[in-house]
């Protein structure tokens, strides 16, 4: 299994980012997907993640502000981030977590995104 998630950079205060992040080897529309972030000096975050029947579902943070959404015909999962704040700078990790599993057991290696302010 390999999930690669690609998109980070450094941008302003402001402006908007779409992460990606492919993914291979099992079985995608039956798993579930998510987003999480690890700042520095900080424990990973969950962000958002969406179900095998489409559901996303949002921390407090990343509401009104993210969208999560996948390709299924592309094996492939997005996160459009609007709005960046410097608070949202971090590593953004993308994981899976196939249907018979309770948590998320693949991760990407993440990408990097900083915000200016």
């Known amino acids: 299994v390999q999930l690669q998630a690609s998109g980070g950079g450094l941008v302003q205060a402001g402006a908007s980012l779409r992460l990606s992040c492919a993914v291979s080897?099992?079985?995608?529309?039956?798993?579930?997907m998510g987003w999480f972030r690890q700042a520095p000096g900080k424990e990973r975050e969950f962000i958002a993640h969406?179900?095998?029947?489409?559901?996303?579902y949002y921390s407090e943070s990343a509401k009104g502000r993210f969208t999560i959404s996948r390709d299924v015909a592309k094996n492939m999962v997005y996160l459009q981030m609007n709005g960046l704040k410097p608070e949202d700078t971090a590593v953004y990790f993308c994981?899976?977590?196939?249907?018979?599993?309770?948590?998320?057991?693949?991760w990407g290696r993440g990408t990097q995104v900083t915000v200016s302010s």
């Open positions: 969406i179900t095998q029947d489409n559901n996303p």
């Open positions: 080897g099992l079985t995608f529309r039956r798993t579930r």
């Open positions: 994981a899976a977590r196939p249907f018979v599993e309770y948590r998320y057991i693949y």
